[in-house]
């Protein structure tokens, strides 16, 4: 399960009505599940663009991804106006805005704090740079990894983040660490520059009010999954 967890402060930003303006910052009130649709939309988009589709419909979208094309104009509509009645959605128009609303229409730095194997598997997936983020420094406190090369990337002490940081600009960190050392982690990510964190330790980090979390536990993903599960185990 992945759920969100924020810091006392709010977030203010402006919404345009009635214009095809975008407005890359969301209004506060844009439901989380709203943002998680529009990077599955995104990944069908690129996969659309890829095959050489030039346009498509609400239907054609729920084809593509299970998503109920009310749903998917619903999604669309806190962000402005998008297609043409009678024609559809451009593709490549729409995966255009679409990234822009969700900012990945630039790179974006992150940094890795945790060298094990959950974080080598991450710094690994080549699946990042298709969304234009890539891994900009990592990050160990293990005396043996420290100063060894994970492909291209040095990987430096946990210590030296915010001197590290200050030339990698990273501002997204994922936390690849052990529940006892997660905390003091995010605290030292956050005092590096680090502004959103996705932390896959089973604990709730306490962050400032600018900072946003996404918390992804695997152990949760399964029992859920184990629930659906019959219990005759022949079906």
Same mark, same amino acid.
């Given at each position: 399960m992945t759920y969100l967890t924020r810091g006392k402060g709010r977030t203010r930003c402006a919404r345009a009505f009635g214009t $095809?303006? !975008?407005?890359?910052? *969301? *209004? $506060?009130?844009? *439901?989380?599940?709203?943002?998680? +649709?529009?990077?599955?939309?995104?990944?069908t988009l690129i996969d659309l663009e890829a095959s050489d589709v030039g346009t498509i419909s609400s239907t054609d979208? /729920?084809? #593509?991804?299970?998503?109920?094309a009310a749903q998917f104009r619903k999604d669309?509509?806190?962000?402005?106006?998008?297609?043409?009645?009678?024609?559809?959605?451009?593709?490549?128009?729409? #995966?255009? +805005?679409?990234? +822009?609303? !969700?900012?990945?229409d630039q790179h974006q730095a992150i940094m890795v704090i945790g060298a094990g194997n959950l974080g080598s598997a991450l710094i690994g997936y080549p699946g990042l740079g298709e969304h234009k983020f890539h891994i900009a420094a990592v990050f160990d406190n293990d005396p043996a990894k420290i100063g060894r090369?994970?492909?291209?990337? *040095?990987?430096?002490?946990?210590?030296?983040?915010?001197?590290?940081? !200050?030339?990698a600009g990273a501002r997204i960190a994922i936390l690849c660490v052990p529940a006892q050392a997660? #905390?003091?982690?995010?605290? /030292?990510?956050?005092?590096a520059g680090a502004r959103v964190i996705l932390n896959f330790a089973p604990v709730i980090l306490k962050v400032p009010g600018r900072v946003t979390v996404r918390n992804v536990s695997f152990l949760q993903e399964l029992a859920v999954l184990s629930y659906h599960l019959s219990s005759d185990p022949n079906k």
């Open positions: $095809p303006v !975008l407005n890359t910052s *969301p *209004p $506060p009130k844009v *439901p989380i599940p709203t943002l998680e +649709r529009l990077a599955t939309y995104l990944r979208i /729920e084809k #593509q991804t299970g998503i109920n669309l509509s806190y962000f402005g106006e998008f297609g043409k009645p009678g024609v559809g959605y451009n593709v490549s128009e729409l #995966q255009a +805005r679409i990234a +822009r609303i !969700l900012k990945i090369m994970h492909g291209l990337l *040095p990987i430096h002490a946990e210590s030296d983040m915010r001197h590290v940081n !200050l030339s997660a #905390q003091h982690v995010a605290d /030292e990510a956050i005092a």
